[in-house]
């Protein structure tokens, strides 16, 4: 498919438009409003959806093997959520799963 500048530029302008009036549309026009209870119990629940959709991914088929499964990447996860789990410190467990994964890389090889 044979696409010139002007069209790439009018698509990413266009999407540029559309992301902004996205965002504008909740955060510019009820940005000032109070949000009913029910619409804030909900909103709770976005980053604990959003995060581990970002994450599987590069867990289970990470690009630096090829997208195949690694253990090394399975045994880190599995460490990170065990830490952050038991200590309940962000930090620790991020620490903790990179630990995991570079003892686990070298002697996994």
Not at 31 to 55: N, S
Request: net charge positive; glycine share 10%; charged share 10%.
């Amino acid at each position: 498919m044979d696409m010139s500048t002007t069209r790439i530029w009018l698509i990413i302008l266009l999407l540029g438009a559309g992301t902004f009036l996205i965002r504008f549309s909740f955060l510019g026009v009820i940005g000032d409003r109070k949000l009913p209870e029910w619409v804030l119990r909900h909103l709770r629940y976005t980053p604990v959806a959003v995060m581990p959709a970002l994450i599987a991914p590069l867990v289970l088929w990470p690009a630096a093997t090829g997208g195949q499964t690694d253990p090394a990447r399975m045994l880190a996860a599995a460490a990170t959520l065990i830490l952050g789990m038991t200590i309940r410190n962000v930090l620790a467990a991020i620490l903790g799963g990179a630990g995991t994964l570079y003892l686990a890389l070298y002697w996994l090889g």
